[in-house]
């Protein structure tokens, strides 16, 4: 008899967790799983904004997928998947092979959700792969140098848009990382500048007062300009406009004001609610038997009203699941409910402060910063256990990694 096919699309907190759980709960010759990634390294999008800022080294957060797997268990593919037909079952790749699938996972993550704002699809950075967030980092020595020839002030002016959960992690780790690259051009650090803008009346807008308060007194501390109730307009090459005409002048603005699910969804055949994929109770499409889709595409209403945010939590949650239930499919056995316990949210302000909210308690300061390392070592733990986390500390080699991919 043939092996059930499982794919998997995208090899994110998601897609790669339940391929890893699949390993453990399948048996031999159950089923033919493979996962599909664009690229053939898993990036630990929970740190991007450190690449940006040149605060981390590509290999802390970049891993080879093939280290991650057991390749005798799951097949990799390293592809861009460019549709998706529900009805005939197959997904295509960009290379034109088409895949033949008994069981999906559609795991595809995020995009960054530009509001449609007029310039900053074409001229703002954006947080979203490593690749992009890569170019930060690039962009940001490059303005370095050419400051060297022209004098012209803006390209010392580093704009970070959108001062939710992203923003604050992206200014936080602009202050440690810029004075550090300055040194390379000799351009002393008090020129730089680096501006917050925020539609909402603050920074976290969702956050406690205590905690706004605390984080605007690092960002204070930091040396950020930070504009509250400052909507943006229009990003060209060489300035922002905010509401009222104000006019920045600044050749990197750093793009961090929400996402939306991946938007290959959309023409799937696939019911779509809120731009995303609603998921039943067990985290399988609605209305279909054989689709299952977690993390940032996926719509899970937590009660009638809200639905579950895009986190890196949800998706590590709803993977754990989802393996079971690809398992239980498989065998025809009843499938388990999924329930989300939030554990909290922590976000780091560079590398000593933080700020966050775990059950009842209000954390800042270096305790909260120990925290989100340790959010961040367990997570390592879940992918690949204590020897994942020596080896990521320890800064020891992982195979080779082409981190040249587009996007
Ligand atoms: P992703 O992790 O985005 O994975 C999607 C995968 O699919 C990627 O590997 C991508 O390359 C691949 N892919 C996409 N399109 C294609 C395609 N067409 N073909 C093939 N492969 C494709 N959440 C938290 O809970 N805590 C945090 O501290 C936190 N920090 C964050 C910091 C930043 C800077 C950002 C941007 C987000 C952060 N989040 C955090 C949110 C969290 O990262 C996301 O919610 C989480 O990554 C979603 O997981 P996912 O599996 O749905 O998608
Ligand atoms: P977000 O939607 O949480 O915040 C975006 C911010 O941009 C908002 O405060 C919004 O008011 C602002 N904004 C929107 N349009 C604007 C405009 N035109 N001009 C100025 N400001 C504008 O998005 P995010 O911070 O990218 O987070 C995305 C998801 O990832 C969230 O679910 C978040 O919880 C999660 N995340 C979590 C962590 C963590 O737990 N440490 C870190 C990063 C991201």
Same mark, same amino acid.
């Given at each position: 008899?043939?092996?059930?096919?499982?794919?998997?699309l995208?090899?994110?907190?998601?897609?790669l967790?339940?391929?890893?759980?699949?390993?453990?709960?399948?048996?031999?010759?159950?089923?033919?799983?493979?996962?599909v990634?664009?690229?053939d390294y898993?990036?630990?999008?929970?740190?991007?904004?450190k690449?940006?800022?040149?605060t981390?080294?590509?290999?802390?957060v970049?891993?080879p997928?093939?280290?991650?797997?057991?390749?005798?268990?799951?097949?990799?593919?390293?592809?861009?998947?460019?549709?998706?037909?529900?009805?005939?079952?197959?997904?295509?790749?960009?290379t034109g092979?088409?895949?033949e699938?008994?069981?999906?996972?559609?795991?595809?993550g995020?995009?960054?959700?530009?509001?449609?704002?007029?310039?900053?699809?074409?001229?703002?950075?954006?947080?979203r792969?490593?690749?992009?967030?890569k170019?930060?980092?690039?962009?940001?020595?490059?303005?370095? #140098? /050419?400051?060297?020839e022209?004098?012209? $002030? +803006?390209? !010392?002016?580093?704009?970070? =848009?959108g001062g939710?959960?992203?923003? *604050?992690?992206?200014?936080?780790?602009?202050?440690?990382?810029?004075? #550090? /690259?300055?040194?390379?051009?000799?351009? $002393? +650090?008090? !020129?730089?500048?680096i501006? =917050?803008?925020?539609?909402?009346?603050? *920074?976290?807008p969702?956050?406690?007062?205590?905690?706004?308060?605390?984080?605007?007194?690092?960002l204070?501390?930091?040396?950020?300009?930070?504009r509250?109730?400052?909507?943006i307009?229009e990003?060209?090459?060489?300035?922002?406009?905010?509401?009222?005409?104000?006019?920045?002048?600044?050749?990197?603005?750093?793009?961090?004001?929400?996402?939306?699910?991946?938007?290959?969804?959309?023409?799937?055949?696939?019911?779509?609610?809120?731009?995303?994929?609603?998921?039943?109770?067990?985290l399988?499409?609605?209305?279909?038997?054989?689709?299952?889709?977690?993390?940032?595409?996926?719509?899970?209403?937590?009660?009638e009203?809200?639905?579950?945010?895009?986190?890196?939590?949800?998706?590590?949650?709803?993977?754990?699941?989802?393996?079971?239930?690809?398992?239980?499919?498989i065998?025809?056995s009843?499938?388990?409910?999924?329930?989300?316990?939030?554990?909290?949210?922590?976000?780091?302000?560079?590398?000593?402060?933080?700020?966050?909210?775990?059950?009842?308690?209000?954390?800042?300061?270096?305790?909260?910063?120990?925290?989100?390392?340790?959010?961040?070592?367990?997570?390592?733990?879940i992918?690949?256990?204590?020897a994942?986390?020596?080896?990521?500390?320890?800064?020891?080699?992982?195979?080779?990694?082409?981190l040249?991919?587009?996007?």
């Open positions: 008899m043939n092996k059930p096919k499982v794919f998997i995208g090899a994110g907190y998601g897609g967790v339940t391929g890893t759980k699949l390993e453990k709960i399948l048996k031999s010759g159950e089923a033919d799983v493979t996962i990634n664009k690229h898993h990036y630990i999008t929970t740190q991007l904004h690449i940006g800022a040149g981390a080294t590509d290999t802390k970049a891993l997928i093939s280290e991650l797997i057991d390749p005798s268990k799951t097949n990799f593919k390293k592809a861009m998947v460019s549709s998706i037909n529900s009805s005939s079952r197959r997904v295509t790749l960009d092979e088409v895949l699938y008994d069981y999906l996972l559609i795991a595809l995020f995009e960054v959700e530009t509001y449609g704002i007029p310039g900053i699809k074409e001229h703002a950075f954006q947080i792969s490593f690749r992009s967030t170019a930060i980092y690039h962009q940001i020595h490059k303005q370095l #140098a /050419l400051y060297k022209d004098l012209d $002030p +803006s390209r !010392l002016t580093f704009v970070v =848009a939710g959960f992203t923003g *604050v992690e992206m200014l936080g780790e602009l202050a440690e990382g810029i004075p #550090a /690259l300055c040194q390379n051009y000799d351009i $002393p +650090s008090d !020129l730089i500048k501006i =917050a803008v925020e539609a909402a009346p603050s *920074v976290l969702f956050f406690e007062e205590e905690s706004i308060d605390y984080t605007n007194r690092v204070e501390k930091f040396n950020i300009d930070i509250t109730g400052a909507k307009l990003c060209t090459p060489k300035m922002i406009t905010l509401e009222n005409n104000v006019e920045i002048p600044t050749r990197t603005v750093i793009w961090s004001c929400g996402v939306k699910a991946n938007s290959i969804i959309q023409d799937c055949g696939l019911p779509i609610e809120k731009v995303k994929l609603p998921v039943d109770s067990m399988r499409v609605q209305g279909m038997e054989n689709v299952f889709c977690i993390g940032d595409c996926a719509l899970f209403m937590k009660d009203k809200s639905a579950l945010p895009p986190t890196a939590q949800v998706a590590l949650q709803e993977a754990s699941v989802c393996a079971e239930n690809i398992a239980a499919s065998r025809k009843p499938l388990k409910l999924f329930e989300y316990h939030h554990k909290g949210s922590v976000a780091s302000i560079g590398n000593l402060a933080a700020v966050g909210k775990v059950g009842k308690f209000r954390l800042s300061g270096l305790f909260a910063a120990f925290m989100k390392k340790v959010i961040e070592a367990r997570y390592l733990f992918l690949g256990g204590p994942l986390i020596l080896k990521q500390n320890l800064n020891l080699k992982h195979g080779s990694v082409k040249a991919a587009k996007n």
